[in-house]
């Protein structure tokens, strides 16, 4: 329904213009009217109108005003002005205030409904714009926790290079100046897996600061990796402090939410840059398996502190524990990744038959689609588009070995709705056309 207010100081002049409109747009109409500017300027705060007709010269308040005092409070209306001939100069002031167009007395209907259906194809346009630019906000607002965690995981397993990291931490406005690790060991945590790592998630959002950010990884070999961070004007010493608050925090918030469950959690010391990010990781791995107690955590600056030897830097016995964990990490994140590519082929290969898009099958898998197409060509060396088209090309190959299927109706079979689309898509797979090929066919 689109709200249309017709604003003039004549009666008639009202009347005629609803008539028009109500007779001759086949859009469904609310049509309100005002007599003068003020009461044009109540209406329209009251009724919201998409388009209003305003006459210019009007008693009292007079089109140029109630205009600029409408427009000011409700700047996407539209405006068309409704002058006459001697007061053509106040129509282009019009324009200049922000009306959209403007029709001069005695209009012609066909000139009335011509606007009229003009201006509702802008605003269906703008609406179109408008639900599509906030469809897009909020596939972003879903996939900043996504992107968060691959950056976790990027750092953890070392499965994407320095410069993706610094872009993934760059879309998501992360500061990586320095970065302070803490590791959450959870054994056992099977069934608590989902809850616990939800309670981190929720403690990210309590802690939440201007100057402190955070992110974290999923649950992998038993253990989180939450990584805290903050730009050039942050000291490593203030960092590292937020990390021992953060672990007494979270510390709490298990014994709340889990009291039975064991936690361990290690914390590295602050460090600069991608390469700091991943020497505090190694650090809170190890200070987890240091953490003495039911629900405890332990410093690896405190054991460094406290040892006679340095730690984790000349002897490599010290690394195994991350060594270990790191390939862990590594299998079970490749496990996971062929897991859902093997659901999204089979998937494919389920519904070939009719039109499939890569977001469909992203949601299936529960991936953005952004990521799901990364991760498909990685696994598969080819793109989405041209995995689906081979699926395609080859059923219709077996099709093709039928000789009462017409090359048509194997079109429409394999999914494709323009026969000769389907001609040129085979020619560049195969090398030859459909006919070439079924030709082919019949010959051996």
């Given at each position: 329904m689109y709200r249309i207010l017709i604003v003039d100081d004549e009666a008639l002049e009202r009347e005629g213009m609803r008539w028009i409109m109500t007779n001759m747009i086949k859009e469904p109409l609310d049509i309100i009217e005002a007599e003068n500017g003020r009461d044009a300027i109540q209406k329209a705060s009251i009724h919201k109108p998409h388009i209003i007709f305003m006459d210019i010269r009007m008693p009292g308040m007079d089109g140029l005003l109630a205009l600029r005092s409408i427009k000011a409070e409700s700047p996407q209306v539209k405006f068309v002005l409704v002058t006459a001939y001697d007061y053509f100069d106040y129509a282009q002031e019009a324009l200049r205030l922000g009306a959209n167009d403007y029709i001069v007395k005695p209009a012609k209907r066909q000139e009335i409904t011509a606007l009229v259906?003009?201006?509702?194809?802008?605003?269906?346009?703008?609406?179109?714009?408008?639900?599509?630019?906030?469809?897009?906000?909020?596939?972003?607002?879903?996939?900043?926790?996504?992107?968060k965690s691959e950056l976790a995981l990027g750092l953890i397993a070392e499965t994407i290079d320095e410069q993706e990291l610094l872009s993934m931490a760059d879309s998501l406005q992360l500061p990586l100046d320095q970065v302070c690790a803490l590791v959450i060991a959870l054994p056992d945590s099977e069934l608590l897996a989902k809850e616990l790592v939800q309670q981190v998630r929720t403690l990210q959002l309590q802690l939440k600061s201007s100057r402190y950010y955070s992110f974290s990884s999923t649950l992998v070999n038993e253990h989180i990796a939450l990584f805290l961070s903050g730009d050039e004007s942050i000291r490593s010493e203030e960092l590292q402090d937020e990390a021992e608050r953060w672990s007494s925090e979270l510390i709490d918030s298990f014994k709340s939410c889990a009291p039975q469950q064991q936690v361990m959690i290690g914390i590295g010391s602050s460090h600069e840059h991608i390469q700091g990010a991943r020497r505090s990781y190694y650090e809170a791995v190890f200070a987890s398996t240091t953490a003495t107690g039911h629900q405890?955590?332990?410093?690896?600056?405190?054991?460094?502190?406290?040892?006679?030897?340095?730690?984790?830097?000349?002897?490599?016995?010290?690394?195994?524990?991350?060594?270990?964990?790191?390939k862990l990490i590594r299998q079970e994140r490749e496990q996971h990744t062929y897991s859902v590519i093997d659901a999204a082929i089979s998937y494919m290969n389920r519904n070939y038959k009719r039109e499939l898009s890569l977001e469909e099958v992203a949601e299936q898998v529960r991936l953005n689609p952004y990521y799901f197409s990364k991760v498909f060509k990685q696994q598969t060396g080819e793109t989405f588009i041209d995995h689906i088209t081979?699926?395609?090309?080859?059923?219709?190959?077996?099709?093709?070995?039928?000789?009462?299927?017409?090359?048509?109706?194997?079109?429409?079979?394999?999914?494709?709705?323009?026969p000769n689309y389907f001609s040129r898509v085979f020619k560049k797979v195969t090398g030859i056309t459909p006919s070439e090929y079924r030709a082919k066919q019949s010959s051996t």
């Open positions: 259906e003009r201006l509702i194809a802008d605003i269906k346009q703008e609406q179109e714009a408008a639900e599509s630019t906030k469809a897009r906000e909020q596939q972003l607002v879903e996939l900043i926790p996504l992107v405890a955590s332990s410093s690896f600056q405190h054991i460094e502190h406290h040892s006679p030897q340095p730690l984790l830097q000349n002897k490599a016995e010290q690394y195994a524990y991350v060594q270990q964990a790191i081979r699926i395609r090309i080859e059923h219709a190959k077996r099709w093709m070995s039928q000789k009462d299927i017409s090359l048509k109706e194997i079109c429409y079979l394999v999914g494709y709705n323009d």
